[in-house]
């Protein structure tokens, strides 16, 4: 499969449990922001601002997954956190770039752009007056591989001002530094039966970034598959035959900036290097995957983001 850097292999193959039909997100307020893109020139990406209707505590960005956005999720978080307290920005990274998803080919568009897309939308808040120390990101799939690299200097590190809370939702943790540099606190949403990404991947990134100082909560959901917190119409199990999973794949990325995986060491990781994403699909890249929305668990996870956003913000 063509890739452009290691960095668009991070997210291979993830799809945010989306409905056949992604529906426009509701309430919210339309707007835009405008952000650099990173081979020259700058991009107007869409969002919905989702405004607290009191003083709010904070706010949150939502980056969705390879499906795009989806009311059932994105919109769903953004309502449950103004309910909160909490006002939300959820951005589309996809519509104006003319991508529909990114399942088949995550080349469409590199998690590195889709991480400077996102300081933008820190930027954009920020703009809008809500306090820099006050800021959340919180992805999901796709969107959350981009919301664990964020709350690690070694990813994007010319970018020095942070969000305070990083929230990913099963993401896939294909990459982690060997020795990290955190910069936000973590709240990480597993899934117990997810066969997508798995989670023994990102309990390692999770456990690393701990021992580096930084502050992490981990949960596992039972009964919980990659995107449990999709259309809660959605709750038989569905196989995704072809779906590339990623369940044992992770390389380390080293102080210089190589990477190490399976006894072997690629160059700078931080650059590209598609022999290691090659390296990677055939050895632990599988097929085969399984979701389901589990409307308890949605329900629980969204009790537990709030109450860590409230504890950390």
């Not at 800021?135 to 010319?158: K, N, Q, V, W």
């Not at 701990?210 to 039972?222: E, N, R, S, W």
Request: charged share 20%; proline share 4%.
């Amino acid at each position: 499969m063509r890739t452009h850097s290691m960095a668009a292999f991070v997210a291979t193959c993830l799809v945010a449990y989306a409905s056949v039909s992604q529906a426009q997100l509701q309430g919210g307020a339309a707007t835009s922001f405008e952000a650099p893109v990173l081979t020259g020139g700058s991009i107007k990406l869409p969002a919905v601002l989702y405004k607290a209707p009191d003083a709010s505590k904070g706010a949150v960005v939502l980056l969705h997954g390879s499906g795009g956005w989806d009311d059932h999720r994105e919109g769903y978080y953004a309502r449950a956190l103004v309910a909160a307290g909490y006002s939300a920005l959820a951005v589309d990274t996809f519509g104006p770039r003319s991508i529909t998803g990114t399942a088949a080919d995550q080349s469409k568009l590199s998690t590195r752009q889709q991480e400077s897309d996102m300081f933008a939308a820190r930027r954009f808040l920020i703009a809008q007056g809500f306090p820099a120390d006050k800021l959340a990101i919180m992805g999901f799939s796709r969107g959350g591989t981009i919301a664990f690299h964020l709350a690690d200097m070694t990813y994007m590190p010319s970018e020095p001002d942070r969000f305070k809370v990083a929230i990913p939702f099963y993401a896939a943790c294909t990459t982690r530094p060997r020795q990290p540099k955190p910069a936000s606190a973590l709240f990480v949403v597993l899934a117990e039966k997810d066969d997508w990404v798995g989670t023994k991947t990102c309990e390692a990134a999770a456990n690393a970034h701990a021992a580096a100082g930084g502050k992490v909560t981990t949960k596992l959901y039972p009964d919980a598959s990659h995107g449990f917190d999709g259309n809660p119409e959605h709750t038989r199990l569905f196989r995704i035959w072809d779906a590339a999973t990623v369940v044992d794949c992770q390389a380390i990325i080293e102080p210089d900036g190589s990477s190490s995986f399976d006894g072997k060491v690629y160059a700078g990781y931080m650059a590209g290097n598609t022999d290691l994403a090659v390296a990677m699909q055939k050895s632990c890249v599988k097929k085969g995957a399984t979701i389901w929305t589990n409307v308890s668990q949605k329900d629980a996870a969204t009790r537990d983001v709030i109450a860590f956003l409230n504890a950390n913000m």
